[in-house]
């Protein structure tokens, strides 16, 4: 039960914003997973074939279910979750981080402070490693691979229990690490 508590909860740190006005909420979890498990051991070398957006698997979140997504560390301000494997993995296909349109110069751009908030709540994922007793890994992932905001990722996994059409999220199995937004090789 406090797994589940955990992970509904951690699903509500997303971030909604918009370019005006900016809203943060967040839950601090309340029990974490010891690091007993290699975070490189999920890094995988090839793509997992067809990957399929993340806004395709929110028309039906079913906890159990096997999937295979790909999209890009984006979709709030902090899209890691510091000292836990976790991360927001967002849709391209729906979102757009902000250096992308013209004439922005957002700093934070993975934020997609200009998106709908709407749109931006069913085209995002939490992304977690969990441990042996079920606990988020008490290790966080950026720098993982190359992981990065704007990176591209590939994972493979299955979608946790407290999934739902309004919070989505999946325990990895693995992860492909892909191209990573030359806004991010030029600009940190």
């Not at 560390?73 to 890691?80: D, I, L, Q, W």
């Not at 729906?94 to 908030?117: F, G, Q």
Request: with cysteine; glycine share 8%.
């Amino acid at each position: 039960m406090n797994n589940i508590l955990l992970l509904a909860g951690l699903g509500t740190l997303v971030v909604l914003s918009s370019c005006k006005d900016k809203e943060t909420v967040s839950v601090e979890p309340t029990e974490v997973g010891e690091t007993s498990l290699s975070l490189e051991s999920y890094l995988l070398k090839e793509a997992p074939e067809n990957p399929v957006a993340i806004s395709q698997v929110f028309a039906n979140p079913t906890p159990g279910t096997k999937v295979t997504v790909t999209g890009e560390v984006m979709g709030r301000s902090e899209p890691f979750v510091e000292n836990r494997a976790m991360l927001v993995l967002g849709d391209p296909t729906k979102i757009i981080p902000c250096n992308r349109n013209d004439d922005d110069h957002c700093e934070t751009p993975w934020d997609v402070c200009c998106d709908d908030p709407d749109v931006i709540k069913t085209s995002i994922a939490t992304i977690q490693i969990l441990d042996n007793e079920g606990m988020p890994v008490k290790e966080g992932l950026k720098g993982l691979g190359g992981i990065q905001e704007l990176t591209t990722l590939t994972v493979v996994g299955t979608i946790a229990e407290g999934s739902n059409e309004q919070n989505l999220i999946i325990n990895a199995e693995g992860i492909h690490v892909g191209e990573t937004d030359e806004f991010m090789t030029k600009n940190h």
